[in-house]
């Protein structure tokens, strides 16, 4: 039976990012994606926002590797021509009680390591955005947006240039754990069915993540590995009045919230959209419900009261991979090797969410150094 050294499943922008770190000389790494090309489902839509790490606790995956994967995004851009701009981002107080939250915000954003934050009063944010309503704000100077299909491209030819082997259209559906390995069979584009053994196996399967662990003999329920699929929605704002935005525009987050909230973004032609919401799904369907614009106007009322329901129009929607249920407390990160389950050379990367875009150079990193610490090949 054909054996590789180490096999990726997904061809997201997390799992090019693993390939892109793994990939040497004389090494077999071959990426599994079951759709046609290269991040089509949760890289390819979302705001597009390289993030601070100004919301994460302290000491979290998802503080840490923002932090230092926004330095690395925006340095592989430079190098690689990525379209990508610095555009500074504000988080806005409309009321009296939002302003203790940006406060604790700036307290978190500084412990873990966000440079250049700064609390504005409302003259101050007036004069960085002068249309933009509040009592005050947290400006974030580093925060910025990238082309992710850009990046996708340059990622996927990368790691074709060190001669990874990407394999589309092409599905993993049983997975047997062997003294090398473990044995992968996988189902093509027409159906017919192959098996090959691979020494390591890096789970970046992103909503299809969970099944991938369970395939391995993971109760992922008992791990706390399950997928909550949560829907978010964008409308773009049409006709001139997205010139009144000049960066990007945040609410004050609610600890209840399973995002950021409503919020306002440009993209690198100078379009400005509204979004996400959030709500669970159970099936993964990427349309627009124009009737939520009532709920995207009343989200961004406070900030921008400049807007009237005829500004607005649906444009696209994504769907995150939750790995906490509706209501129940927010989780980190999964990055794990699973050797204590036995399950030597497996890696699960699960629950990849936001800040999984700015993340995905370090995230890349991280599982390099993972497997040199605990399954080299």
């Not at 090494?27 to 290269?38: A, L, M, W």
């Not at 890096?202 to 391995?216: F, T």
């Not at 990849?352 to 995230?363: Q, R, V």
């Amino acid at each position: 039976m054909l054996k590789v050294d180490a096999v990726i499943i997904g061809a997201g922008i997390i799992g090019l990012s693993v390939a892109h770190e793994i990939c040497s000389p004389g090494k077999d790494i071959v990426v599994i994606e079951q759709h046609s090309g290269p991040g089509k489902v949760i890289s390819s839509r979302n705001s597009e926002v390289i993030h601070a790490g100004i919301y994460y606790p302290s000491g979290s995956l998802k503080a840490t590797l923002c932090v230092e994967g926004s330095s690395m995004l925006y340095a592989f851009s430079r190098n690689h021509g990525i379209p990508a701009r610095t555009t500074g981002k504000v988080i806005v107080a409309v009321t009296a009680s939002e302003e203790k939250t940006l406060e604790e915000l700036f307290v978190s954003g500084q412990a873990n390591g966000v440079q250049g934050l700064a609390l504005l009063d409302r003259a101050q944010l007036k004069r960085i955005e002068p249309h933009v309503e509040g009592k005050s704000a947290l400006f974030s100077p580093g925060t910025g947006i990238i082309d992710t299909h850009a990046l996708l491209k340059r990622i996927e030819a990368l790691c074709l240039e060190k001669s990874c082997s990407i394999v589309y259209r092409t599905r993993l559906v049983a997975l047997d754990p062997v003294s090398s390995g473990f044995v992968c069979t996988v189902s093509g584009p027409d159906g017919k069915r192959s098996s090959f053994i691979s020494e390591v196996l890096i789970n970046a399967a992103g909503l299809d993540s969970d099944q991938i662990a369970s395939l391995a003999g993971i109760d992922i329920d008992k791990a706390g590995y399950r997928i909550y699929p949560i829907k978010g929605e964008y409308f773009r704002i049409r006709g001139s009045k997205h010139r009144l935005i000049q960066g990007l525009v945040y609410p004050c987050p609610a600890k209840s919230l399973t995002g950021l909230g409503i919020h306002v973004t440009k993209d690198l032609s100078g379009s400005v959209r509204l979004g996400p919401n959030a709500f669970p799904v159970k099936e993964h369907t990427y349309d627009v419900n124009p009737s939520h614009v009532d709920e995207f106007l009343a989200g961004t009322a406070g900030m921008l009261p400049f807007l009237s329901r005829d500004d607005l129009i649906p444009d696209m929607a994504g769907i995150r991979p939750k790995i906490h249920a509706p209501g129940e407390e927010v989780r980190d990160f999964v990055i794990c090797h699973e050797q204590k389950r036995g399950l030597q050379g497996f890696i699960n990367l699960i629950g990849i969410e936001s800040p999984g875009l700015t993340s995905c150079l370090a995230i890349g990193r991280r599982v390099r150094q993972l497997m040199n610490q605990e399954c080299p090949i």
